[in-house]
């Protein structure tokens, strides 16, 4: 299943870019071009899945626990305070992208978090970031 209007699609397609930090034949994480804070990163299957609801259940165990060993190696390689992850579904709920995904945001003490698409990271940033991130992924 793949939707050619689908922005995660064409990255899991390598049809767009993206900074990867993780990737096998069902999910990838990625770094998130607008992130609320450094290391902010999304986790999505390949196959285009609208939400939650339309989600298999295999995929989502799949999908939370590569978000479970992604912020642990998010975590180390920001030397985050704690982790926010959260997922939404349906517009009412904030989503705007309808492709299932996962946020995993690292947090500092004191830290606010600003809005969705409030800022924009050029690639060379993501790609340093998201090698750090990797490197924490194979320790």
Known sequence: MYDNSCI?????QKKAPASTIYEDDDVM??????????????????K???DIFDT????????????QQTATAVQKAT???GI???????????????HIHVHVVP?????KLGRFGNTH?????LDQTAAEIKRQLTQ
């Open 84 to 98: 926010s992850i959260f997922q939404q579904n349906g517009a009412a709920a904030g989503q705007e992208i309808f």
């Open 56 to 67: 298999p259940p295999e995929l989502l165990a799949k999908i939370h626990k590569t978000t």
């Open 107 to 111: 947090r500092h003490e004191g830290q």
């Open 8 to 12: 995660f699609c064409k990255i899991a």
């Open 79 to 81: 030397n985050a305070d």
């Open 48 to 50: 285009h899945y609208k």
């Open 121 to 125: 990271a050029n690639r060379q940033e």
């Open 29 to 46: 994480a990625f770094l998130d071009i607008n992130p609320l804070t450094r290391g902010h990163t999304l986790i999505i299957p390949k």
